[in-house]
């Protein structure tokens, strides 16, 4: 089974910049869904960004403009790249990786944004 590890996240201060990373043990490229979540204190885990099978990325409302999911050529690291960060951006960012009913996450990388 594939395992995931996160990593790169920080503190940061407002408005800097973080490149998360995913390191799977074999490819992504055979799951039909690949993403990141991320879960602040008190919340529910969302859905940052993803691609979908055909290679499309998506990206919540809270993050369009400002994130960017990437996946090295060898489908075995998945990036999440983010910008002019935000005290709301505060979380622990998970990657996630779909097929059937497999379902993989990361154990999670914090991410803190001081204002």
């Known amino acids: 089974q594939v395992q995931l590890v996160e990593s790169g996240g920080g503190l940061v201060q407002a408005g800097g910049s973080l490149r998360l990373s995913c390191s799977a043990s074999?490819?992504?490229?055979?799951?039909?869904?690949m993403g990141w979540y991320r879960q602040a204190p008190g919340k529910q885990r969302e859905l940052v960004a993803s691609f979908t099978i055909d290679g499309s990325a998506n990206y919540a409302d809270s993050v369009k403009g400002r994130a960017t999911i990437a996946r090295n050529s060898a489908g075995n690291t998945m990036y999440l790249q983010m910008t002019m960060l935000k005290p709301e951006d505060t979380a622990v960012y998970y990657c996630?990786?779909?097929?059937?009913?497999?379902?993989?996450w990361g154990q999670g990388t914090q991410v803190t944004v001081s204002s």
């Open positions: 074999g490819s992504l490229f055979t799951f039909n869904f």
């Open positions: 996630n990786a779909k097929r059937g009913p497999l379902n993989v």
